[in-house]
């Protein structure tokens, strides 16, 4: 199938992934509010008119951000724990960047886990499914390890601007954030 479909679908999903997100943080009109924002916002816009996988990690953080408030108000279960897994896998796995994002995020679990022995239970479980599906959907991180560090590397040197590329030009004369 056309990655421009998967890029529809998963940007789609990511609204209302949104909404129920919104029901979490504010109410159902709140949460109606934010999903109309979610339909216009120019991210998701460009993101499922490309084949990129730009928009997958934005439907993974979107439901890790929904998961970790599942989390937050003690409702989690087995269930819970599995999709953490599942979402924390596919998100690495469509850019090995969403480590870098992934890895802070989950030092929220930690009071939870001391908390509960079957957090603990549910963090291993987690973890294993993470693992698991992270070497099946992208072996190549595994596989290939030096170059994948070679180009984290490279996208780092350009991030911080130690390699001039053609496409960071603009920024030569800017300020920085």
Known sequence: MSLRFWSVMFSC??????????KKIFSKKGAAIYAVLLIFA?????ASHFGTTES???FSLACLTYLGFTF??????????ILLG?????????KVSAGFIIAPCLVFLIPFIRKKSTALKGCVV???IFIGLSILFSPIY?????EVLSTVNYERSVALGSS???YTRQFFTSLPV
Not at 15 to 20: K, P, Q
Not at 86 to 94: D, G, I, K, Q, Y
């Open 56 to 58: 997958i990690m934005a």
């Open 72 to 81: 937050i108000n003690n409702q989690q279960s087995l269930l819970h724990w």
């Open 42 to 46: 120019p991210g998701l816009i460009q």
């Open 142 to 146: 595994f596989l290939k390890f030096d």
């Open 164 to 166: 001039a590329v053609f």
């Open 13 to 22: 999903s990511t609204v209302l992934i949104g909404y129920f997100l919104g």
């Open 126 to 128: 987690s973890l294993l």
């Open 86 to 94: 599942v979402v924390a896998a596919l998100a690495f796995s469509s």
